[in-house]
């Protein structure tokens, strides 16, 4: 699942490198697999998005959005796009291939699963595109005090772990467990800790950990568009006072990250 500071450096970093394209066509592969999930039939994408031009990239909860005048395109859990240069050669199991008239191309391959989705604006049905528009980020100011504590007041929540509150039904779009790792560990609590058992301290403290490292992450992280994500957060822990403790999920990224094939495995790298 791309977590919420993924999804905020990938929009960066189509702003940056894809604003004013146009689009040439699409390509969708031969064979798709199984679990690379389109938006009706995918081989009428090309039609619909050829010749529109690139107007930027938004983050909305766990999904990227590039829009294009006034077509969309949406990636969502395990799809992974990487941008290539015209003299590059592409990424054979690409499940979408964006061509643009400069000769460059965008290529979105599926790591477990993911949807790829190409529509008009107003033309996507789909419940987690809506809430994750509807509901406030942790980036954002509407998230506030206010706004949190709502989210304790069903009395499902209080029979709930930790865990389950922060990554479950949608309470926070985009928050999934690598990020849930670094609130609760910057938190001090227990991810089988009862929500009903936390004092207003722990609430508290929980919340001031959701807002420092959703935004911490994507603050410090952006970086060259030939490095990738993952490697920026390991070379930002190094380098920033502004991570003063270092998490579970970073130690294994910093353990994995010379085992992991850069070329397809993450984000306009």
Do not use: G, K, Y
């Given at each position: 699942m791309i977590e919420i500071p993924e999804v905020v450096v990938?929009?960066?970093?189509i702003n940056e490198s894809m604003a004013g394209k146009r689009i040439k066509g699409i390509k969708i592969p031969r064979s798709p697999g199984r679990f690379s999930f389109y938006l009706g039939d995918p081989n009428d994408y090309d039609t619909l998005m050829r010749d529109s031009y690139i107007c930027g990239g938004r983050a909305i909860g766990g999904m990227v959005e590039i829009m294009?005048?006034?077509k969309r395109i949406v990636f969502s859990d395990g799809a992974?796009?990487?941008q290539f240069d015209r003299?590059?050669?592409p990424n054979r199991k690409s499940q979408l291939t964006i061509e643009f008239s400069d000769g460059s191309f965008l290529c979105v391959g599926i790591q477990l699963y993911g949807g790829l989705w190409c529509f008009s604006q107003g033309g996507f049905d789909n419940i987690y595109y809506s809430v994750a528009q509807e509901k406030p980020s942790p980036l954002h100011s509407?998230?506030?005090k206010s706004y949190y504590l709502r989210l304790f007041e069903t009395e499902k929540s209080e029979k709930l772990s930790l865990k389950a509150f922060l990554a479950t039904e949608q309470r926070i779009p985009g928050l999934g467990n690598g990020t849930l790792q670094d609130i609760l560990w910057t938190?001090?609590?227990?991810p089988k800790a009862k929500v009903g058992s936390l004092s207003s301290d722990d609430r508290q403290r929980l919340l001031n950990s959701i807002k420092t490292c959703s935004r911490t992450w994507p603050?410090?992280?952006v970086g060259k568009l030939k490095e990738?994500?993952?490697e920026k957060l390991v070379n930002t822990r190094r380098k920033s006072e502004e991570l003063p403790m270092v998490s579970p999920a970073l130690d294994a990224a910093e353990t994995l990250r010379d085992k992991i094939i850069w070329g397809q495995d993450l984000l306009l790298s």
């Open positions: 990938l929009a960066d970093q294009a005048d006034d992974i796009p990487r003299n590059e050669e509407d998230f506030d938190a001090e609590l227990h603050t410090t992280v990738t994500c993952l």
